[in-house]
């Protein structure tokens, strides 16, 4: 018996880093996965590979969550496919850091419709299908920026602040019809987006962080399997839970 027997989940960036690790452990614990990438078709696939390794179902579904008709028509896919929709999480997004005086348009609107316009065309057109079952779990991926700043991060900071706000007025919206929608805020985990900064930069942020260590992707898995999980997440709603070995208390 898992945890997720039943229930159909989408993952968006379930390619890499923290997505995969979420996809994998909803799988584990019975979930059947839609397992939504944009670029890394090979890593999605082989993602979706070890999701059937564990005895669950996946389907994998190319587009761009910052394209409003792409991001619609992934959500219509994974409830084609699997019938209904339980669990949605909010995973994609990027960075491109500037200091503020360089930060171009460019740069600006690409991660505010990656992590910020996606969250809202995505979860849109998600809503539907859970308010017809009066049942859903809403967890979008935010960030530790999104609560205290950071360099060269206005752009990210921005959109990772937005989801929290913007999963707490969900939360009240739709908290009568059995609906919960909550963020969890990573520190620095160590994935390509982390893992991608020069070895010197990474250490001057390593040493930001109390525990003194980059999390792990499977570490907010598990935070995203307890808010799904109907045994530990059924009265969470609105919430924000930091997965962020201390770097913001
Ligand atoms: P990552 O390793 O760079 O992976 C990003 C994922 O997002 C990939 O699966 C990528 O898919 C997907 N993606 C990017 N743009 C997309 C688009 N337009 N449409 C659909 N999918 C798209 O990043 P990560 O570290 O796992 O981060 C995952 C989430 O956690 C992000 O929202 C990030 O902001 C947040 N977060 C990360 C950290 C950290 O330290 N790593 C800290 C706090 C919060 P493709 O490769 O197929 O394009």
Same mark, same amino acid.
């Given at each position: 018996m898992?945890?997720l027997d039943? /229930?159909v989940?989408? @993952?968006? $960036?379930?390619? =890499?880093? +923290?997505? /995969?690790?979420i996809a994998?452990l909803?799988a584990?614990e019975?979930?059947?996965v839609?397992?939504?990438y &944009?670029?890394s078709?090979?890593e999605a &696939?082989?993602?979706?590979?070890q @999701?059937?390794a564990l005895?669950?179902?996946?389907l994998v579904v #190319?587009?761009?969550?910052g ?6 028509s992934?959500v ?6 699997f $019938? ?5 999480v909010?995973n994609?997004?990027?960075t =491109? ?9 460019e740069a600006?609107?690409e991660? +505010? =419709? *990656?992590?910020l ?10 809503v539907?299908?859970?308010?017809? /079952?009066?049942y859903?779990?809403i967890?979008?991926?935010?960030s530790f920026v999104? #609560?205290?700043g950071?360099?060269? #991060?206005?752009?990210?900071?921005a *959109?990772?602040?937005?989801l !929290? ?6 939360a009240?919206e739709?908290? =009568?019809?059995n !609906?919960?929608?909550?963020?969890? &805020?990573?520190?620095?985990m160590? *994935? ?6 020069k070895?010197?930069? #990474?250490?001057?942020l390593l ?23 109907d045994s ?6 609105g919430q924000?839970?930091?997965v962020?070995g201390? !770097?913001?208390?």
């Open positions: 898992g945890k039943n /229930k989940a989408l @993952v968006t $960036g379930g390619s =890499r880093g +923290i997505g /995969k690790a994998l909803l584990k019975g979930a059947k839609g397992l939504n &944009n670029r078709a090979d &696939n082989a993602v979706a590979d @999701v059937k005895g669950s179902e996946a #190319q587009g761009d969550v394209d409003a008709a792409s991001a619609r992934l219509k896919q994974v409830l084609d496919h $019938g209904t929709l339980d669990i949605l909010n994609a997004g990027i =491109r850091d500037m200091f503020f005086k360089k930060l171009t348009d600006w609107h991660v +505010i =419709r *990656t992590n316009d996606s969250v809202y065309y995505v979860t849109s057109a998600a539907p299908a859970m308010l017809a /079952k009066n859903g779990r967890i979008s991926i935010s999104g #609560q205290k950071n360099l060269a #991060q206005t752009n990210y900071a *959109t990772k602040a937005a !929290i706000g913007f999963s707490k007025s969900l009240l739709l908290a =009568r019809n !609906i919960t929608v909550n963020t969890i &805020n990573p520190g620095f160590g *994935t390509e987006m982390v893992l991608s900064i070895e010197e930069v #990474q250490q001057k040493t930001q962080v109390p525990i003194g260590r980059f999390g792990t992707p499977e570490e907010v898995a598990e935070a995203v399997l307890f808010l799904a999980a530990s997440g059924s009265y969470i709603t924000q839970i930091n962020n201390g !770097i913001y208390m």
